[in-house]
């Protein structure tokens, strides 16, 4: 990295998209500085005028520069410090693709119906869970075997994109019915997660489990009766 380069990451430590680009910056071992949001009470004015669409996080500052959405933000990484290993995007266009392919199909099917089975209830939450299992069957096959991670050898984006919601899962397991997430169900998932967590990158990331329920538990996000 340059001399004048300044990172700065907007960040709320619950987000698992934010986690995503703090891991990747830490892969890659590049400076940076995180300033904390008050996400659900009082965004700062900051994160308003740099995320004017979609006020969220992660924001990814690079020299005053801000670039948003997690996806965005981790290609954005790669390409910037491409000189720097691992690359989380593969070199070759057609494993490129397939890696963008399985990180939008994480995002669509896998957060996206992970975050109406946490929010919801009745109908849409039933949907949600089923179509949590159905994408997490599918990721089940794609990872395991002679490969350690779902690119292959090395940790890569796709790896970076769903290993976050992990501290979610052994959080609601026990207090919201996600007892299908299991061990059992999805031996290579979590075998794989088990190693990525046992990364330095990903332990210092992700947020431990108590301080996540505690956070769920004192806004009564968590239901035993679920």
Known sequence: MAKNDE??????WL?????RVQIALEEKGIKYEIKEEDLPNNKSTLLLQLNPVYK?????IHNGKPICESLVVLEYIDE?????????????????????????????KIYDNAMKFFKTEGEEKED?????????????EQVGGDRTYFGGDNIGLVDVILVPLFSWFYVYKFTNNLNFVSQESFPNLFAWAKKCTERDSVSK????????????QQRNLLNSDQ
Not at 15 to 19: D, I, K, N
């Open 7 to 12: 990172v700065i990451m907007l960040d709320f």
């Open 15 to 19: 987000s698992p998209y934010a986690r």
């Open 56 to 60: 969220k996080v992660p924001v990814l």
């Open 80 to 108: 910037v410090w491409n000189h720097k290993s691992p690359s989380l995007l593969p070199s070759d266009p057609y494993h490129r693709a397939q890696a963008r392919f399985w990180a939008d199909y994480v995002d669509k």
């Open 128 to 140: 949600g869970k089923k179509g949590l299992i159905e994408g997490l069957k599918v990721m089940e």
């Open 205 to 216: 990331c992700i947020p431990k489990e108590q301080k996540v329920f505690e956070h769920f």
